[in-house]
């Protein structure tokens, strides 16, 4: 038993993992078109930014992290059980999944099995440079057909979304395929392409990440951010004043290019949302 929590997985736990994550993201909805956004928006992250609100952690949205937790299928029954299906087409909560690879591995397969069992967006950890965020835009994107009206940046995944066209309401395959694109470069597309805000390279080039074309938004770990800028003690110090400056930046190039910004708090959201963050995966106390 203890070899297949460590060791190469066999068979029968791929099989698991794939049950598991798709009735993770089942339970989250029900069938019928009349619980879509009044624009027939899917994804509420989007929807709240677009009308100018935040998109709160438990009231729009949830985050399944992948990154510091071995992945486990009781893990994702355990989310299963908090989560309360709407009436409607959409998930009542926006799942979205940060995945446990780092920005400079190899991750698009990982990308492509959680966005076919029909996550909404994926947050790729410790980001540095404009090349990684392109990467995942291309892991979550499809290659274009003829007439694509983004072609670029060229996506890479492959066709077999069967578990996410079931839990986005029984989309057609070309349903989906319209749909399955990442927002805002695709105004239209419904998959967010987050990166996580961690490391001194990714601050001091925010505004050119913050342009990358397909980038859905940012998300701030102030945590493993005050390691990367030195001043941790040694641990994780997020209070320090140079996180507080770091953020401080990243919030002003959020608002500057119209982006969706977001960090890891749990008793400031009023002040950083007036700062220009809108995405909060932590409930406010």
Known sequence: MTGMRRGTPTVARRAAWAMGIGALLCAACTAGPEAQGS???????????????????????????????????DDLESFLGEIEPESGMR??????????????????????????????????????????????????????????AHPEPRGRRGWGPTGARRIWGGLSNDEYAARADVWPLNPDGELLAIAMVETREMVNDIDAILQVPGLGGVLIGPSDLSLSLGVGTPGANPTAPEVEAAILKVGEACVRHNSLCGIYTSSDVEARSAQGFKLFPIPAR
């Open 39 to 73: 624009d027939g928006r899917l994804n509420k992250i989007i929807e709240q930014f677009e009308n100018g609100e935040n998109a709160l952690a438990n009231e729009h949205w949830r985050i399944v992290s992948l990154e510091h937790n071995p992945f486990l299928v």
């Open 91 to 148: 998930p009542s909560l926006t799942p979205i999944v940060r995945i446990p690879h780092e920005a400079d591995q190899e991750y698009h397969h990982v990308v492509k099995q959680i966005l076919d069992a029909g996550a909404m967006g994926i947050v790729l950890p410790q980001v540095r440079t404009t090349a990684e965020v392109t990467k995942l835009v291309q892991a979550m994107r499809y290659p274009p057909q003829r007439g694509a």
